[in-house]
């Protein structure tokens, strides 16, 4: 089931018409069974390989705590058997060569065609599994301790507003709140309201509208480097609108029922560096692998040869993360590389160091960097990606540069939400914010409410005429 289907807003108004009249334990009981049925709407079958990893990880956690000189030993069953079925059902394919077809044929399974492996993929897979091994390994490491009842922990695994796509949540946060009684908030009712509309408008007017763009440009066999890049650009716009979206569904849906969801963008375009990029940009992913991987490797505290070392290991471990192709573990290279140079430039001398007159510079820089990148993340046909970047700029024509401003100009248009919503929001923060304890003023309920038609109505106006699904649902 995806956010943008009617089939969700049905399932979903019928849910919150009992689940406020429930008491708490009915409520999770509930949610459980409505996390399974979102889950299991088109595949079933999906929901065995999530309850047999969450079995394995409940006995494991409790294990630890039950015996805790053997815990290394029970954290070692958690990771093999989350990490195998991950790189079974993810990367068959790419570990075997391309020969994953072949495999399943061999096993018997001989009408599939490769239309059927890759439908194999359980959705959101990658989410649930690193939520998992977090939990699991902060039972390991003693920073909290483990679910007893079986139930409030499924619950924490399939929470379903986050489950598919993210932001993955640590349990300290997540299951802190479900395993609390929750009461009704009007005041946050109508901000989870809004919050859904403004995802609802950028998925079907700003990220579908762009991907039109984007998808027409990479399908030209060979693109003139101007109208390449505007369809990088249309790219990076599909691809923050998209996914900033899914986000803001899952969290204004989560706000309805009760509990908080993690941010997961925090203007990340508006980044001055690469490093503050990734402080900005999917924010729950990049904080798993600075916690499980990068510190655990030793983090900054090595030589700088080591330092260099752990970065590139774990952005290339965060590119293989997002796909079994060449070009993810290219991209991460590209970023762990940047990572790698900035923090040689912090290290130089400090007359290097630009100040604040730069800032506006700055990002436009770091714009440009990440938008290079997500040229590596959207072709995955090394061939085509070598002939993207061997386009001369001066071979381009006058008409193909006017085709570019057109297009670029187009994309600048569908994300002009975007950049208001960026611009008033420091403005809204400063003069709007009311505290939990005291009630809104008059002005932030009718900004509320205002903000909702206006939303509506551009949803109605503007929405692209064919919607696909969220990009990361691939992930």
Known sequence: MIFHSFQYVVFFV????????LPFRGQNLLLLAASYFFYGFVHPWFLILLTATALIDYFTSNRMALDPARKRFYLGITLVANLGVLCSFKYLDFLSGGHALEIVHWLGFKQMTAQDVAALLPVGLSFY???????VMDVYRGEIQPQRKLLDFLLFVSFFPQLVAGPIQRAAFLSGQLTKPRVFDARIARSAVVLILWGYLKKLAIADNA????????????????????????FAVQIFADFSAYTDIARGSARLLGIDIAQNFNHPYLASSPPDFWRRWHISLSTWFRDYVYIPLGGGRCSQGRVMVNIMLTFLLSGLWHGASWNYLLWGAYHG????LWRLWERGPEAWRPDRFWRWPQILLTFGLVNFGWLLFRETDLRMLGKYLSSNPFAASGAEWQ???Y???????????????????????RHLHYT????????WALLQGVTAALLIVGIR?????????????QF
Do not use: M, R
């Open 461 to 473: 106006l503007l929405a692209a005429p064919d919607s696909s699904d969220f990009i990361y649902f």
């Open 337 to 340: 590389a940047l990572l790698v």
């Open 129 to 135: 599994t690193f939520q998992s091994i977090a939990y």
């Open 403 to 405: 085709t570019a401003v």
């Open 407 to 429: 297009l670029f100009t187009s994309v600048l248009l569908f994300a002009l939400p975007i950049i208001i919503q960026t611009a008033l929001h420091p403005w809204i923060e």
């Open 14 to 21: 019928a849910l919150i018409s009992v689940y406020w009249w």
């Open 211 to 234: 991907a039109t763009i984007c998808n027409k440009v990479f399908s030209l066999d060979q693109p003139s480097w101007p109208v390449l890049w505007a369809g990088v650009f249309a």
């Open 436 to 443: 939990d304890d005291a009630p809104p003023p008059w002005s």
